[in-house]
């Protein structure tokens, strides 16, 4: 699901029918989450290779409300591990860039931009701005390396800027999960606070949440079935 999508008048009726079959609860927790639900900072991994990071920071950005990270596979496959994501793949949207005899890391930058976001690279060697400087009047892209190398060369020449976070012990990085929990921690909270217009709008609130009930229902083509026998009746 992309934030471009806008529900045709059959997937908005479907959505009214999946409203039905959903419990009150739930209805009413999806709503809750998404008045609070964001694209407007979001996370980058490039070539992470341990299933638990890559899990651990999906849980963490849909813990802050960040509906989309994107991941870079280049050289290491993304893979998930559900007992440390708890759930989050289902509510995070991932966007996966593998493709051959390219790179991706470009290709993922260049569609960054086009969203309007500024990429920063987090490396601890490079000078830069610390997170809690980062200007909020444009989107924000966070983005960050593997466990051993941190970010490729290539990476960080085609950032916009860097960032970094104060450390005063004797260790010269944050864990990369650890790192992006700071990041987001301090991102959606300088947000809250402000008057930027940050949350999702109403057809991209309206998108998600058809695709978050058809995550939740089971048997979904049986529903869609009757939906449609409902429909013609």
């Known amino acids: 699901m992309t934030e471009e999508n806008i529900l045709s008048p059959d997937d ?3 959505c009214d029918y999946l409203e039905g079959v959903i419990t009150e609860h739930k209805r009413n927790l999806i709503h809750t989450v998404l008045q609070d ?16 990071n890559a899990s651990a920071i ?11 990270l994107y ?10 591990n559900p ?7 289902r509510w995070v949207d991932v966007h996966q860039f593998h493709e051959e005899n390219t790179s991706n890391t470009r290709l993922c930058y260049e569609q960054l931009k086009a969203k309007g976001y500024k990429i920063y690279a987090t490396s601890p060697h490079a000078e ?5 400087d980062i200007p909020l009047d444009q989107k924000v892209a966070i983005v960050l390396g593997n466990e051993h190398q941190g970010l490729s060369d290539e990476a960080l020449e085609l950032a916009d800027a860097y960032v970094t976070l104060p450390m005063y012990g004797f260790t010269e990085s944050f864990n990369i999960s650890v790192t992006a929990a700071i ?9 809250h606070k402000s008057d930027i217009e940050f949350k999702l709008n109403e057809n991209e609130k309206e998108a998600l949440k058809y695709h978050w009930y058809q995550s939740l229902v089971k048997n979904l083509p049986k529903h869609r079935k009757g939906f449609e026998n409902k429909k013609s009746s």
């Open 12 to 14: 908005r009726a479907f």
């Open 37 to 52: 639900r964001t694209r407007w900072v979001s996370v980058v991994l490039e070539n992470i290779y341990k299933p638990h």
């Open 58 to 68: 999906m849980r963490t950005c849909d813990c802050f409300g960040v509906q989309d």
């Open 71 to 80: 991941m870079i596979e280049q050289e290491s496959q993304y893979r998930l």
């Open 83 to 89: 007992y440390v994501a708890k759930g989050a793949g």
């Open 128 to 132: 830069g701005v610390s997170v809690s």
């Open 183 to 191: 990041c987001l921690h301090d991102l959606t909270e300088r947000l």
